[in-house]
C-alpha cells in the first residue's frame, strides 16, 4: 500500500466515524483506533470518497490536540489530606475503642460487684440459720475478691469460726481484718468479738448459746417504746451479738417514739455502727418519714462519698414520698449512677411532672432513657406518648414506643396505631408491632395487616399473630388460607 492511498484510508475511516477523536481518552488512543481502521480499509473502493474526507480529519485530529492540552489540570497534592482523613479515622477508631474498653470494664466491675454482694447474702444467711461451716466458706469467697465488703466477710467469718469452737483461727482471722483493713468501721466490733474469744479460749462450744440467742430475740420483741430499753439496746448493737439479733435491736429502736431512740437511729445512720447496720439504719429513717428523719438522711447524703449508701438514702426518700430531695439529686448530682437511681426512685414515686420537667431541660440521651424508663414505672402514658409521636431522636421514640406497648390499655394500642400510620421510619413501626405483641392487643395488630402494603412489614404483623392466642388473631389467619 503506499503512502497516499494510508492517508486516503485515514480520511475515510475518520470520516465514518469522527467521534473517535473527539472523544478518545487520548491522542494516541485515537490514533492507534485510526491505523486499525486504516489497516481495514487499506483496500477499499472507495478512495475518492476519502480524498475528500482527509482534510477533515486532519482537522478533527489536530482540533482534539487543542482540546486535549486545553483541558489538561494542573497536578494537585492529595497526600497532605488524605494523611488528615487517615489520621482523623485512626482517631475516632482509637476513641471508639477506649469508649468500648471503658464499657466492658464497667460491666466487668458491675458482675464481680454483683457476685460479692450475692456471697456475702449467702454467708449471712448462713449466719442466720447456724450453719458455720458454709458460713465461713461464702465469707472466703467474698474476702478473695478484695472488694468493697471484704472488711466484713473478715468479721463475720471471725464470727462464725467462734461459734463452732475455732478460737485460734477466729483471733486469726480478726488479726488479717485489722491488719488489710486498718481504717475498717468493723474494728470496733472486731476488738469486742476479740475479748469475747480470749475470755472463751480452751472451752468448748457452749450448746446453750443458740436458745440463748433464740431467748434474746423473743425478748427484744417485748421491748418496743421502752426508755429503759435503749441502753440495752445500744450494747447488743455494740457488741458480738449475730446479725439476726444486731438488726431486731435496731427495728425495736427505729419504732420508738422516744427522742432519745431516734437520736440513737440517726447516729447509726452517720455512721456511728458497722455499715450493714447503717443501712438498716437510713432505711428505718424512710420508713417512719417525718421531716427531721429526712433532714437527717439528706445531711448523710451530703456528707458520704458512698455510692451504695447513697442509693439507698434515695430509697429512703422514695418511701417517705420526698420527691423534692429526689428531684434535687436528679439535676444536681454528678455521679450519673446516682442521677439515675434518683430519676428511677421519682418514677416509683409517681412524680410525673417532675420528670417531664426533666425530660424538657435534659440534654444527655442517655439521662433520657432513664427518665422514659422512669415514666413507665409511674405508669406516665401521657408524657410517653408525646415523646413516642414527636421526640426528634429515633432511638427515643423507639423506647418510648417499646415502653406503650408493654403498658397496653386501648388507649395505648390506639397511640401506636396512629404513630404506625404516620411515622415513616422503618424501625419504629418494627416496634410499633413489637409494643402490640408483647401488649397482647391482636384486634390492633389484624388492623394494620389489612392495611399494610408492603410485604415485608405485614409478614412481620402475621408472625405476630401466628404467636398470640387471640381469636381476632385466628380468625384473620384463617381468612389468609381462605384466599
Known amino acids: 500500500m503506499n503512502r497516499l492511498t494510508l492517508t486516503f484510508a485515514v480520511a475515510a475511516a475518520c470520516a465514518a466515524a469522527p467521534a473517535w477523536a473527539q472523544s478518545a481518552d487520548t491522542i494516541k488512543q485515537a490514533e492507534e483506533r485510526l491505523a486499525a481502521a486504516a489497516a481495514t480499509l487499506a483496500n477499499s473502493p472507495r478512495q475518492a470518497d476519502a480524498i475528500a474526507a482527509a482534510q477533515r480529519a486532519a482537522t478533527i485530529v489536530e482540533a482534539a490536540r487543542l482540546d486535549m492540552r486545553a483541558f489538561e489540570m494542573p497536578r494537585f497534592d492529595y497526600a497532605p489530606f488524605e494523611m488528615t482523613f487517615q489520621q482523623g479515622d485512626r482517631d475516632r477508631t482509637a476513641a471508639q475503642r477506649a469508649n468500648d474498653d471503658a464499657q466492658r470494664e464497667k460491666e466487668r466491675a458491675q458482675r464481680e460487684k454483683e457476685r460479692e454482694g450475692s456471697y456475702y447474702e449467702r454467708g449471712q444467711n448462713a449466719l442466720d440459720s447456724g450453719r458455720w461451716d458454709s458460713a465461713v466458706s461464702s465469707f472466703d469467697r467474698v474476702i478473695e475478691q478484695k472488694g468493697a465488703k471484704a472488711d466484713a466477710a473478715y468479721y463475720w467469718k471471725a464470727?462464725?469460726?467462734?461459734?463452732?469452737?475455732?478460737?485460734?483461727?477466729?483471733?486469726?482471722?480478726?488479726?488479717?481484718?485489722?491488719?488489710?483493713?486498718?481504717?475498717?468501721?468493723?474494728?470496733?466490733?472486731?476488738?469486742?468479738?476479740?475479748?469475747?474469744?480470749?475470755?472463751?479460749?480452751?472451752?468448748?462450744?457452749?450448746?446453750?448459746?443458740?436458745?440463748?440467742?433464740?431467748?434474746?430475740?423473743y425478748a427484744l420483741n417485748s421491748l418496743q417504746n421502752s426508755e429503759e430499753a435503749i441502753p440495752v439496746l445500744q450494747k447488743l448493737l455494740q457488741g458480738t451479738s449475730s446479725p439476726r439479733v444486731k438488726a431486731r435491736a435496731l427495728f425495736v429502736l427505729a419504732q420508738s417514739n422516744s427522742p432519745k431512740a431516734r437520736e440513737v437511729l440517726i447516729g447509726i445512720a452517720k455512721g456511728s455502727a458497722n455499715p450493714d447496720l447503717q443501712m438498716k439504719a437510713v432505711q428505718y429513717l424512710g420508713v417512719h418519714g417525718g421531716k427531721e428523719n429526712r433532714a437527717a438522711l439528706a445531711e448523710v447524703y451530703a456528707s458520704s462519698s458512698d455510692v451504695d449508701l447513697k442509693k439507698r438514702i434515695l430509697n429512703s426518700f422514695m418511701v417517705a414520698g420526698d420527691k423534692e430531695r429526689l428531684l434535687q439529686a436528679a439535676q444536681s448530682e454528678q455521679n450519673a449512677e446516682l442521677r439515675a437511681a434518683a430519676v428511677q426512685q421519682l418514677g416509683v414515686s409517681g412524680a410525673t411532672e417532675e420528670l417531664w420537667t426533666l425530660y424538657q431541660k435534659e440534654s444527655s440521651v442517655d439521662v433520657k432513657k432513664n427518665i422514659i424508663r422512669a415514666m413507665f414505672v409511674g405508669g406516665n402514658s401521657t408524657r410517653l406518648t408525646d415523646i413516642a409521636r414527636s421526640d426528634s431522636t429515633p432511638e427515643l421514640r423507639l423506647l418510648a414506643v417499646r415502653n406503650l406497648g408493654i403498658m397496653g390499655s386501648k388507649r395505648n394500642a390506639d397511640v401506636l396505631a396512629e404513630i404506625y400510620a404516620n411515622d415513616k421510619d422503618p424501625e419504629v413501626k418494627k416496634a410499633v408491632i413489637n409494643g402490640l405483641f408483647v401488649g397482647g392487643n391482636a384486634d390492633t395488630l389484624v388492623a394494620l395487616a389489612r392495611k399494610e402494603q408492603d410485604p415485608a412489614m405485614k409478614k412481620d404483623i402475621v408472625s405476630k399473630l401466628s404467636n398470640m392466642r387471640s381469636k381476632a388473631a385466628t380468625d384473620y389467619l384463617l381468612e389468609l388460607l381462605n384466599k
Do not use: C, F, I, W
Not at 167 to 181: C, G, I, N, Q
Not at 185 to 213: F, H, I, M, T, W
Open 159 to 217: 464470727y462464725a469460726q467462734n461459734k463452732q469452737g475455732q478460737r485460734a483461727e477466729a483471733l486469726t482471722t480478726l488479726s488479717a481484718l485489722t491488719k488489710e483493713y486498718p481504717k475498717s468501721r468493723y474494728l470496733n466490733d472486731a476488738k469486742a468479738l476479740e475479748v469475747e474469744v480470749k475470755a472463751n479460749s480452751g472451752q468448748g462450744v457452749d450448746p446453750k448459746s443458740e436458745s440463748d440467742e433464740e431467748m434474746k430475740l
